[in-house]
């Protein structure tokens, strides 16, 4: 039986999407669910509850998701393990199919399906913006974190607690080295993307501050990201296809670096700038 674990802070309106896919072709006794209500003011525990097992509603009143995601592992007891944002869709089948990249005797110790981003229904800057994204070496390369990532017993087993840290995805991203990591070339799961660039703005800024803490409190696990800017604007200069779009890509990118620094200097770490558009029901 292998977990997956849900931190929650009031997902209401999309709680139950992501539950019913989880368990759209579940199996008894193959998985189990825990969701992590944290702070929350809406109903998110009240609709995890209705489904009953499989689901596990663990509530804390601390709005923390690193907090949510070690409460969690507390009661988890399943490996392979697996953290998922509540917004995102994943089918049963993708879990299961990762599930299976992380057995005891794999050399594999983080995995995830591939990333879908689903941006058409989008305004034309955020259509711009995700193209551009999505054709960077996060996401063509093998994407882990996003929303989701799956630690093997031994993977998880490199650490105790999850850190204190803006990005937990990234920092699994670090825990293993490139050739430990793996994507699903069977299976995807969908991340619903901001429906405003101001919103996009704000996320982009977590992101950005997510990455450069870590490799200020990390720096000699800092060689297991491949990720650069100076790869990704080779990419922009030889695809011509990028090129219309490029200029809205880039600006948010340059506003989301220089506010993450400023927010660092600020000792604002704790802000976490969530985007409502995605999730209005």
């Avoid at 849900?6 to 999407?17: F, S, T």
């Avoid at 953290?83 to 983080?110: C, F, K, N, Q, W």
């Amino acid at each position: 039986m292998f977990s997956v674990i849900i931190p929650a802070y009031n997902e209401g309106n999309v709680i139950e999407r992501c539950l019913d896919a989880m368990l759209e072709d579940y199996k008894e006794g193959e998985l189990e669910i825990i969701v992590v209500p944290n702070g929350c003011k809406d109903d998110t525990a009240e609709r995890a509850r209705r489904y009953g097992a499989p689901v596990k509603v663990v509530e804390t009143p601390v709005g923390n998701k690193i907090g949510a995601l070690n409460l969690g592992d507390e009661h988890a007891t399943g490996f392979p393990r697996m953290y998922v944002d509540a917004d995102i869709v994943v089918s049963t089948a993708a879990l299961r199919d990762v599930a299976s990249m992380l057995g005891e005797d794999s050399p594999i110790m983080l995995a995830a399906p591939k990333a879908i981003v689903a941006y058409q229904d989008r305004p034309p800057l955020i259509r711009s913006f995700m193209k551009v994204w999505t054709s960077m070496p996060y996401f063509t390369e093998g994407i882990i974190g996003a929303g989701f990532f799956a630690f093997s017993k031994q993977g998880r087993e490199r650490f105790g607690k999850f850190p204190d840290v803006i990005a937990d995805d990234g920092f699994a991203r670090l825990v293993a080295a490139p050739h430990e990591r793996a994507t699903s070339s069977k299976h995807t799961f969908t991340i619903h993307p901001p429906r405003s660039i101001r919103s996009l703005s704000s996320v982009m800024v977590r992101v950005r501050a997510g990455m450069l803490q870590l490799r200020e409190k990390f720096p000699e696990m800092w060689e297991n990201e491949t990720t650069n800017s100076r790869r990704s604007l080779r990419i922009i200069a030889r695809t011509p296809k990028l090129w219309a779009h490029a200029p809205i890509y880039l600006g948010v990118m340059a506003y989301s670096q220089l506010m993450a620094r400023k927010k660092l200097e600020a000792n604002l770490e704790k802000t976490w700038e969530r985007d409502e558009t995605s999730r209005a029901s």
